[in-house]
């Protein structure tokens, strides 16, 4: 098989890669950074350097392809609206409209569960429960808007199915479990309510998995599914197994909701009026995130996909804390 993967110099899109590549298909690497993108190349592999916003650029990854993974994404709490707009709403129009040229078989969409996001706890949430109309932040935003897009595209050439995938965490990764390290390290991990909030979080490699068998079993034309590691637990829980496999102490710092909800509320609007480009410490999501249970129902991607997780979340935890310790040494 012959796979475009968006957005593959990423952390989830190198992962997709290999695991393309270990099943056998000829992979067409499309990102932005060259110098990664050097590094996945091989027999198997062609790396395309460009942006989704060029409609120009994304023809040129597809054209010689039969699947379309699309995982690239501008993904922050923070930032322009333009920015999100013309990455992820105006990136997947073009992703559509090529594989559309190209007669493409299949197009796997990589949303987010940020879509969900609400000012309570949510517990095994399901596909339909989407908070359509959320004004949250520009990258939630601009990822309803690129499902609504993918949605209303009229096709009888291509499939259409989207994935919903939860907490990434691996080696490789630069963005949640580091910032929470460094937190610990600096000031202590900001915690509502003990920590006793739960959360989902997913080993890479699962997410990897679901994306392989979102793109190869039948049948699934328009779905839409939840991806986990199908193991909640306490936010304070996951913490600590993270940080006692890497050797640190935990420190948690217990803060109250309310009182930060209106301070968070406050820096929001000053740093948006004034132009304030530096994304905040905290942000309304991110406090929604730390402070209220959100888990995911993956029992349609069990019973549709045959969907089971490859790796437990203690495993994955294992690995990470191999890798991270010995980056820790080497610098």
Not at 16 to 39: H, P, S, Y
Not at 166 to 184: C, E, H, K, Q, V
Not at 262 to 274: D, H
Not at 303 to 316: Q, W
Request: proline fraction near 3%; hydrophobic fraction near 35%.
């Amino acid at each position: 098989m012959r796979v475009c993967v968006t957005g593959a110099t990423g952390f989830l899109g190198k992962y997709v890669v290999e695991l393309l590549t270990e099943k056998g298909c000829k992979v067409t690497a499309f990102g932005r950074n060259a110098d990664k993108g050097a590094q996945l190349k091989n027999d198997n592999v062609t790396f395309i350097k460009g942006n989704l916003e060029s409609l120009r650029d994304v023809s040129l990854a597809v054209r010689d392809c039969e699947y379309v993974i699309h995982a690239g994404a501008l993904s922050s709490s923070w930032g322009p609206e333009k920015d999100f707009y013309n990455t992820n709403v105006k990136g997947t129009e073009n992703v559509l409209k090529s594989c559309e040229k190209y007669k493409i078989k299949r197009l796997v969409f990589i949303s987010s569960p940020s879509i969900y996001t609400r000012n309570k706890d949510q517990h095994f949430i399901k596909e339909s429960q989407v908070a359509w109309n959320s004004k949250l932040n520009y990258y939630i935003q601009s990822k309803i808007l690129a499902e609504k897009a993918i949605n209303n595209f009229k096709t009888n050439t291509f499939e259409k199915v989207i994935i919903r995938p939860r907490g990434l965490f691996g080696i490789g990764d630069t963005s949640i479990i580091p910032r929470l390290m460094r937190a610990n390290k600096v000031t202590g991990i900001p915690v509502f309510n003990n920590g006793d909030n739960s959360v989902d979080i997913t080993c890479v490699e699962n997410v990897a998995h679901s994306i392989w068998l979102a793109m190869t079993v039948t049948g699934l034309d328009g779905s839409v599914y939840n991806i986990t590691n199908g193991q909640p637990m306490a936010f304070k829980k996951i913490l600590s197994l993270f940080l006692k496999e890497t050797g640190q102490k935990p420190r948690f710092v217990k803060l109250n909701y309310p009182v930060m909800s209106k301070v968070v509320g406050g820096i929001e609007w000053l740093c948006k009026i004034m132009a304030i480009k530096r994304e905040p410490v905290f942000t309304r999501y991110t406090l929604m995130t730390l402070g209220f249970s959100q888990t995911l129902s993956i029992e349609k991607a069990k019973n549709e996909l045959g969907y089971e997780p490859v790796y437990s979340i203690e495993e994955g935890i294992k690995n990470y804390a191999k890798w991270y310790r010995e980056q820790n040494y080497k610098h």
